[in-house]
Nanobody, 123 residues
Framework: HVQLVESGGGSVQAGGSLRLSCVVS????????MAWFRQAPAKEREGVAG???????TYAHSVRGRFVISKDNAKNTLYLQMSSLKPEDTAMYYC??????????????????WGQGTQVTVS
């Protein structure tokens, strides 16, 4: 049974930092792509960052240079280090895996397995 559990969200002032974590269980995630998404109220879910099995990464233009996606295979954990946070980064953040071949552009429909989300609020 595949399970993704996010944590690390919270409230922070603009310009601050947060690190999100996503603990993976139930499959060999080291062989799979993974990604972070976010969804603000009344908005579509959007891709934030993705990482492939070999460590290559992709980012949404809006977060490039401020967010860093990484993973620790020994801990089965995916991370999203967020810096220089802005009020527009406020959203529920989700990790996802089980990617279709088109996943590199981070369309939500390319991912089949999702965590429950962790809230990030920037004021």
């Amino acid at each position: 049974h595949v399970q993704l559990v996010e944590s690390g969200g919270g409230s922070v002032q603009a310009g601050g930092s947060l690190r999100l974590s996503c603990v993976v269980s139930g499959f060999n995630y080291k062989s799979y792509c993974m990604a972070w998404f976010r969804q603000a109220p009344a908005k579509e879910r959007e891709g934030v960052a993705g990482i492939d099995w070999d460590g290559s990464t992709t980012y949404a233009h809006s977060v490039r240079g401020r967010f860093v996606i990484s993973k620790d295979n020994a801990k089965n954990t995916l991370y999203l280090q967020m810096s220089s946070l802005k009020p527009e980064d406020t959203a529920m953040y989700y990790c996802a895996t089980d990617c279709a071949p088109s996943w590199w552009l981070l369309p939500p429909v390319a991912f089949d397995t999702w965590g429950q989300g962790t809230q990030v609020t920037v004021s």
